[in-house]
């Protein structure tokens, strides 16, 4: 198993424009967390599965951000019309149950001009 | 909402030193982990601890489980050049882990 794998490891968009990360766990975890991470911050959590249904969401994840994971694997996180503010590291990490043990991906690094 | 305050902010070491962090919260966890994270990377699990007083070391890493569940700390031994990142605490309740604000170890001039 190679970890956590998030794809791209950078994106760069224009403001208004919609994008998408996709995330793949670990293969044995059946949670999944998004959290986001802000220059000189710790990261802030977004939202999380258990295998395919998601069970909590952050006040952070306004309407413009959506997150899927259809099959119980890898997941996908949708921001909308973004905006500056949402230039940020986007990680992923994932566990086998409530062990908080979570190994985190290498991150997607959002950059809106 | 939750809040971890993390100290110090950042420190300079000199190989050889042994350093501590520490990390508190207003509100009771019941699992307390620390993670290192390296510029462009993901934080990568050092330590975790399940019980209030839990002691666990990992190599010349050593964290403590406050008996409150309110704090924790790490020492890190015999300072490396490889040991320079930023660390973050991180308690864990509900189903998600909420991280401190991170302490940045830097190698002194």
């Known amino acids: 198993d190679t970890g956590v794998s998030q794809d791209p490891r950078h994106k760069i968009t224009k403001r208004g424009q919609n994008v998408t990360f996709r995330c793949d766990p670990i293969?044995?975890?059946?949670?999944l967390y998004w959290y986001r991470q802000t220059l000189g911050q710790g990261p802030e959590f977004l939202t999380y599965?258990?295998?395919?249904?998601?069970?909590?969401k952050s006040r952070l994840l306004s309407d413009r951000f959506s997150a899927e994971r259809p099959k119980g694997s890898f997941s996908t996180l949708e921001i909308q019309r973004t905006e500056q503010g949402d230039s940020a590291m986007y990680l992923c990490?994932?566990?086998?149950?409530?062990?908080?043990?979570?190994?985190f991906g290498s991150g997607t690094r959002l950059t809106v001009v | 909402g939750q809040q971890l305050n993390q100290s110090p902010q950042s420190m300079f070491i000199q190989e050889g030193e042994d350093v501590s962090m520490n990390c508190t919260s207003s509100?009771?966890?019941?699992?307390w982990l620390w993670y290192k994270q390296d510029p462009g990377e993901g934080p990568v699990l050092l330590i975790a601890?399940?019980?209030?007083?839990e002691l666990t070391s990992n190599g010349r890493l050593t964290a403590q489980f406050g008996i409150t569940r309110k704090d924790s700390f790490l020492n890190i031994s015999a300072s490396i050049p490889s040991d320079v990142g930023i660390y973050f605490c991180?308690?864990?309740?509900?189903?998600?882990?909420?991280f401190g604000k991170g302490t940045k170890l830097s190698v002194k001039p």
């Open positions: 990490a994932s566990s086998w149950q409530e062990n908080y043990g979570y190994t």
């Open positions: 293969s044995e975890h059946n949670r």
């Open positions: 599965f258990q295998n395919e249904a998601q069970l909590e």
């Open positions: 509100s009771i966890f019941n699992t």
């Open positions: 601890l399940y019980k209030a007083g």
């Open positions: 991180a308690g864990g309740s509900q189903g998600n882990l909420i």
